[in-house]
Every structure is written in C-alpha cells, then in structure tokens.
C-alpha cells in the first residue's frame, strides 16, 4: 500500500528553527509537495521537491532523498504565525496525490 | 484569497436532507478535485475532473454526486448522509498537466450530520 508519515505533533520556539520530517512509500514517484493549512482554512501551497537536494524560498526550505524515500521542511526564524498544520504529499505515478496526516505546529513565546 | 471559492463555508443538515456544496476557481486551471478532510486523517481525495470528464472516483458512496457543468465550476450534491460523513469537504484545482503543479484549495464546506 501507499504510505506517508510525519509526526502528528511538534512544539518549536519563537526565532528557532524546526525541522518536520516525512517518509514515503508509493507506487512510484512524481514529484513531493508541502502544504501549510492555518486552522479553518485552505491547505497552501509551500514547495515543491522532485529532484534530490535542497529548495530554498526565504525562511522555508525543504529537502528531497528520493533513495531513502524522505523529505523534510525546514523553518527558520520561527514567527507565531507559523503556528499551523504542515501537510506532506508525495504524486503517485498515476499523477495522484497521497497525503499525509499533517504536523501541528506549535509555536511558543 | 487562494482564487478557489466554495459555499456554503458551514453546513448543519439531517440524514434524511439533499443539499449541495459549490465550487467555483479563478485560476483558468482544468482540473478540479473533491477531497474530505477528517480531523487527524489524511486527506482523503473523492473525485477528479479534467477538463470536465470524472477521471477518477476513489470508491465514494453514491450518497456523493459530482457535477461539473464546465471547468470553473464544481459541485457535491449530497443526500441520505451519515453521522461519519460530518468532515471538512475541500475543493481544489489545478493546471491539467499535473506533473509538478500544485493544486490550489479553496477554504472547505464545514459540513455536520445531525
């Protein structure tokens, strides 16, 4: 079967850095995307990895091993507002999106 | 403003109720997507549309019909619904090409079975 996992829940400080991690198992691959959803609203588009490697767009960054069958999204400089929930989604090779379960984010003061 | 529009943004309806969620994107995209959003699930996708054909129906219960009257506009007509059916119903597009493009959501229907 298809799976994609990430933790359920993760607490970082305001300016910190944090690191959300997600491993995958899918029936091929086309390509890994990061969403944030704040509470009670749309899921946004964050990045987009395809190639092994780092992509970075301001504080976010996010890394692709398509080997090891991992990603994570690295947040740096930590503001309240990144306080939401971080969804990984790997496309199949049916052009399918398989999502994960998402990680709370937490942010405190 | 993610250029996805849904209504109603909350639902309260009966088992027994027939109601509809709309969907309605900006983008100039061809593809749209149903998906249901379960707390602490993944999201669960329900319909595909490209370029309004249904290429995709992953199993859903007839008491969910799609409807896509043309590419900016999509609906879920409900009826004889279940207390599990109580979720975030969220609508998404996307170029017609998918590979590497992102879908784009709207902010969901809040939808609650008495």
């Known amino acids: 079967g298809q799976n994609i996992d990430q933790p359920t829940e993760m607490t970082a400080t305001e300016g910190a850095i944090v690191q959300i991690n997600c491993t995958y198992q899918?029936?091929?691959?086309?390509?890994l995307f990061w969403y944030q959803q704040h509470a009670g609203e749309a899921p946004t588009f964050l990045s987009y990895?395809?190639l092994d490697g780092l992509e970075e767009k301001g504080r976010f960054s996010s890394f692709l091993s398509r080997s090891k069958g991992y990603s994570y999204l690295l947040l740096k400089e930590l503001q309240m507002k990144d306080s939401a929930s971080y969804l990984c989604?790997?496309?199949?090779?049916?052009?399918?999106?398989?999502w994960g379960a998402g990680t709370k984010l937490i942010i405190k003061p | 403003e993610t250029g996805v529009t849904q209504t109603p943004r909350h639902l309260v309806m009966g088992m027994t109720n027939k109601k509809s969620l709309k969907c309605e994107q900006h983008?100039?995209?061809?593809?749209m997507y149903w998906y249901k959003q379960s707390a602490k699930k993944p999201l669960e996708l329900m319909f595909v549309?490209?370029?309004?054909?249904?290429?995709e129906n992953n199993s859903v219960p007839s008491r969910f019909s799609p409807e896509c009257p043309n590419s900016s506009h999509l609906f879920l007509h409900l009826h004889t619904l279940q207390p599990e059916d109580s979720a975030l119903y969220l609508c998404?597009?996307?170029?017609?090409?998918?590979?590497?493009?992102?879908?784009?959501f709207g902010d969901g229907t809040r939808l609650s079975i008495l």
């Open positions: 998404a597009s996307s170029q017609g090409d998918p590979g590497g493009k992102p879908q784009h």
């Open positions: 549309y490209n370029f309004k054909e249904q290429t």
């Open positions: 899918t029936s091929g691959f086309n390509g």
């Open positions: 983008l100039g995209h061809n593809a």
């Open positions: 989604a790997v496309m199949d090779s049916n052009y399918q999106l398989i």
């Open positions: 990895n395809v």
